[in-house]
Every structure is written in structure tokens, then in C-alpha cells.
């Protein structure tokens, strides 16, 4: 019946313990979720916009493309830069956050077609 009862114990401690440390500590961003999904909205936008696909090319334009992104959003190239790599280190989060992004764009997209027909004042 006591190695019982220190059974019940010792199995509740453990669970107790691994309840505990169960949990990740994940790095806390400095930007909203909706700051960074406009960040990300206007990257995605200004990569189709000029249609970055050379990596050479991409490196050589990152120190512009924050600053733009910096006056943008109004927040600093380092925030943004730690907060992006921070979100790396969250890969549930940052899908999230990219699928916002990415439906946003559907949704800038899907206006911009429905309103595709001009008026140049002729019936």
C-alpha cells in the first residue's frame, strides 16, 4: 500500500515537472503582428514590383530595401531586422502572419481586378 501511494506521489511529481518545461520560451517581437504583416505585404510587394529573383542583385539592394521598409512602417531597420529574425526562431507564428500577408495581397488584388474598367465619360 506505501509504494502505492509513493508511486501516485512520484508519478504526480513528474507530471507536474514536465507540465513545467513543457512550454518554449519564444523571443518577444517589438512590432504588432499587424506592423509586421504590412512589413510583409509591402516586401512581397515591392519583390513582385521589381521582380527580384537574382540573389546577387537582392543583396546588393538590402540596405535601401529596409530603409524604405524603415520609413514605411515607421520603425527602425534594426527593429525590423531582429524582429524578422526573432519570427524565424517562431515558425508558427511567421506562418500565420504570411498567410495575413499573403491574404491581404488577395484581397489588394481581387479590388484592383473588380475595378479594372475605365471611364472616360462615354456611355
Given at each position: 500500500?506505501?509504494?502505492?501511494?509513493?508511486?501516485?506521489?512520484?508519478?504526480?511529481?513528474?507530471?507536474?515537472?514536465?507540465?513545467?518545461?513543457?512550454?518554449?520560451?519564444?523571443?518577444?517581437?517589438?512590432?504588432?503582428?499587424?506592423?509586421?504583416?504590412?512589413?510583409?505585404?509591402?516586401?512581397?510587394?515591392?519583390?513582385?514590383?521589381?521582380?527580384?529573383?537574382?540573389?546577387?542583385?537582392?543583396?546588393?539592394?538590402?540596405?535601401?530595401?529596409?530603409?524604405?521598409?524603415?520609413?514605411?512602417?515607421?520603425?527602425?531597420?534594426?527593429?525590423?531586422?531582429?524582429?524578422?529574425?526573432?519570427?524565424?526562431?517562431?515558425?508558427?507564428?511567421?506562418?500565420?502572419?504570411?498567410?495575413?500577408?499573403?491574404d491581404t495581397l488577395r484581397a489588394i488584388q481581387d479590388r484592383?481586378?473588380?475595378?479594372?474598367?475605365?471611364?472616360?465619360?462615354?456611355?
Amino acid at each position: 500500500m506505501i509504494d502505492v501511494k509513493y508511486g501516485v506521489i512520484l508519478l504526480f511529481f513528474v507530471f507536474i515537472c514536465s507540465c513545467k518545461n513543457g512550454g518554449k520560451q519564444y523571443p518577444q517581437l517589438s512590432m504588432s503582428a499587424d506592423e509586421i504583416v504590412q512589413c510583409m505585404v509591402n516586401m512581397y510587394t515591392v519583390n513582385a514590383a521589381i521582380n527580384i529573383n537574382d540573389l546577387s542583385f537582392r543583396d546588393s539592394t538590402t540596405v535601401k530595401y529596409y530603409e524604405q521598409l524603415s520609413k514605411i512602417s515607421g520603425k527602425s531597420v534594426t527593429t525590423i531586422k531582429q524582429d524578422f529574425e526573432k519570427l524565424l526562431l517562431m515558425p508558427d507564428s511567421m506562418l500565420v502572419l504570411q498567410n495575413r500577408a499573403l491574404d491581404t495581397l488577395r484581397a489588394i488584388q481581387d479590388r484592383t481586378i473588380n475595378k479594372t474598367t475605365i471611364n472616360i465619360g462615354i456611355n
